[in-house]
T-cell receptor
Framework: QQQVKQSPQSLIVQKGGIPIINCAYENTAFDYFPWYQQFPGKGPALLIAIRPDVSEKKEGRFTISFNKSAKQFSLHIMDSQPGDSATYFCAASNKRGSTLGRLYFGRGTQLTVWP | ETGVTQTPRHLVMGMTNKKSLKCEQHLGHNAMYWYKQSAKKPLELMFVYNFKEQTENNSVPSRFSPECPNSSHLFLHLHTLQPEDSALYLC??????????????FGPGTRLTVL
């Protein structure tokens, strides 16, 4: 059973657009929700993360919106640039789990930003 | 060298070969991870080592054998693999804090092809 469901699988926007990537989870014990960004030939790198005590977190052009009651969270990229073209993964973890900080990943969204 | 490094970056092997993947982290972390990344599937956690001790084996077939001689090095020994084992194998590390969430730093991965 997939712990974190991510959509869409791929996304194409024009430069300046605002791509939105959505994730949903079922396990209410999850209490940490990071987003990772992966460029071709590289490993994933932490982009931004949120905890469920806040509904929004912003870092530069990247914003996470969190809806605890709906068990959903999303990534918004403001003023998207061609350099943002990458694969984005949402993830979730539960610090009370059997493994310190074990991350459950979504399937990923391949974002392409056209110039 | 900084961060998490992995060698080799690419590996092609036959089903009867024995090979090893190497991971080294220069971040002073105490937890190391092996993940498998296949196309259109979530990242799959394979093994976790915490202070050189294996704390999780996520039902990985015995043809994958991890080794962690110290907190900076992690190996994945491969033997009698199957074509479906072809994937990108990612190593990650994180600092260890009791009960906390730790950012995981990923290496660039080894692209494995099993013929």
């Amino acid at each position: 059973q997939q712990q974190v469901k991510q959509s869409p699988q791929s996304l194409i926007v024009q430069k300046g657009g605002i791509p939105i990537i959505n994730c949903a989870y079922e396990n209410t014990a999850f209490d940490y929700f990071p987003w990772y960004q992966q460029f071709p030939g590289k490993g994933p790198a932490l982009l931004i993360a949120i905890r469920p005590d806040v509904s929004e977190k912003k870092e530069g052009r990247f914003t996470i919106s969190f809806n605890k009651s709906a068990k959903q969270f999303s990534l918004h990229i403001m003023d998207s640039q061609p350099g943002d073209s990458a694969t984005y993964f949402c993830a979730a973890s539960n610090k009370r789990g059997s493994t310190l900080g074990r991350l459950y990943f979504g399937r990923g969204t391949q974002l392409t930003v056209w110039p | 060298e900084t961060g998490v490094t992995q060698t080799p970056r690419h590996l092609v092997m036959g089903m009867t070969n024995k090979k090893s993947l190497k991971c080294e982290q220069h971040l002073g972390h105490n937890a190391m991870y092996w993940y498998k990344q296949s196309a259109k599937k979530p990242l799959e956690l394979m093994f976790v080592y915490n202070f050189k001790e294996q704390t999780e084996n996520n039902s990985v077939p015995s043809r994958f054998s991890p080794e962690c001689p110290n907190s900076s090095h992690l190996f994945l020994h491969l033997h009698t693999l199957q074509p479906e084992d072809s994937a990108l194998y990612l190593c990650a590390s994180s600092p260890v804090a009791s009960g906390g969430h730790n950012e995981q730093f990923f290496g660039p991965g080894t692209r494995l092809t099993v013929l």
